[in-house]
């Protein structure tokens, strides 16, 4: 149909909002973001403890961009950021990546080939990690998987929860809804799997209709299991682990089917 544009809804934080709906305009889709997460930093006695002396890690490792702002928030604060730059960096994910090159030298930045915690891994199995102490700075809701596969190898890992990962206020449920029924998007897309969960939280009894009645999108191995594990297909995932590789292959979907 000319002129026709697939509607899309993502769920990520407000503050994603302005990058997501570029990709919409860019890839040709109708879409909007409804945000089910809140991100909030935390800066409590035990986190300022944690990273107090940075001089003694010798790689710091970023999970998401949410995670970069929070750590370097505090030491920008206290004036000492400095110390941070010469270390090496890991970034898991593109847009952390790209956010971590503004700051940091590209030279001390280790960007696994997968853009995930699974591809982070296993770069660091082909070099020897054994005794190295490593700063990971996360939300409170991450899991324990990437700090315990590099401690197998022998790192030392100190795990710091620099942010909060919160579902939206529960009075904003019956608008979420309202807005899912009346939108009814061609694709829905998940980017984590607190956003699925949170997902479930809002829609409640009407989950299962509203899903059914979309193309779930799922960016991660983590995501999509999430997805899967309370009973529902997912149909959409990237290769790459990216919103840029995802709307790049719902619009290869959409052509094709116009064809």
Excluded: W
Excluded at 45 to 71: C, K, M, Q, R
Excluded at 85 to 112: D, H, R
Excluded at 167 to 182: G, K, Q, S
Excluded at 198 to 210: R, S
Aim: proline share 4%; charged share 25%.
């Amino acid at each position: 149909m000319a002129g026709y544009k697939p509607r899309v809804v993502t769920f990520r934080a407000e503050e994603d909002a302005a990058e997501t709906t570029a990709l919409f305009r860019k890839y040709e889709f109708e879409g909007i973001n409804l945000p089910l997460i809140v991100i909030t930093p935390v800066l409590d006695n035990t986190t300022i403890e944690i990273v107090d002396d940075p001089g003694s890690f010798d790689i710091i490792i970023f999970t998401s961009v949410h995670a970069f702002y929070a750590l370097i928030s505090i030491f920008d604060g206290r004036g000492d950021i400095d110390v941070l730059f010469g270390k090496e960096i890991a970034c898991v994910g593109e847009k952390t990546a790209q956010k971590v090159m503004e700051l940091f030298s590209a030279e001390n930045i280790v960007i696994p080939e997968k853009f995930s915690a699974e591809g982070l891994v296993d770069y660091y199995k082909t070099r020897d990690i054994h005794g190295e102490e490593s700063l990971l700075p996360l939300g409170n809701l991450a899991g324990k998987t990437l700090s315990e596969e590099l401690t197998g190898m022998g790192a030392e890992v100190k795990r710091v929860v620099v942010y909060k990962n919160e579902a939206p206020p529960e009075e904003e449920n019956n608008l979420i809804r309202t807005v899912l029924f009346t939108y009814l998007p061609e694709f829905l897309i998940f980017t984590s799997p607190s956003i699925f969960k949170n997902f479930l939280k809002a829609t409640g009894e009407d989950a299962g209709i509203i899903l059914e009645n979309s193309k779930i999108c799922a960016i991660g191995d983590v995501t999509k299991k999430e997805i899967e594990l309370n009973g529902f297909k997912v149909d959409v995932m990237p290769d790459d682990y990216t919103m840029e590789a995802l709307m790049q292959k719902l619009k290869n979907i959409n052509l094709r089917d116009e064809n």
